[in-house]
Nanobody, 114 residues
């Protein structure tokens, strides 16, 4: 069974930065198969970033230019570097495969507030 362990969230002021990590185990063979999602209370979980089959990073419009994603294949880990954070980035961030499977990790809370 695949497992995802997200970490790196926290409370940060607007304009600040955080780096999220996600370690995948189980049937995920490459961190390039992973994607980032986020969810706010009462809303559905939304896609944030992933890699294409050509290993090109794709990010949603609202975070492009501020967020970047990277990988460490030796650790089967994907990262989300978040810069110039805004209050609307506040959410629980998850990783999963793309498209997502049924099993999710606990996520990591990101709160952007002054």
């Amino acid at each position: 069974q695949v497992q995802f362990v997200e970490s790196g969230g926290g409370l940060v002021q607007p304009g600040g930065s955080l780096r999220l990590s996600c370690v995948a185990s189980g049937s995920v063979s490459s961190p390039y198969d992973l994607a980032w999602y986020r969810q706010t209370p009462g809303k559905q979980r939304d896609f944030v970033a992933r890699y294409t089959s050509g290993r090109v990073a794709l990010l949603i419009d609202s975070v492009r230019g501020r967020f970047t994603t990277s990988t460490d294949s030796a650790k089967n880990t994907v990262y989300l570097q978040m810069n110039r954070l805004k209050p609307e980035d506040t959410a629980v961030y998850f990783c999963n495969t793309w498209p997502p499977g049924a099993h999710w990790g606990q996520g990591t809370q990101v709160t952007v507030s002054s």
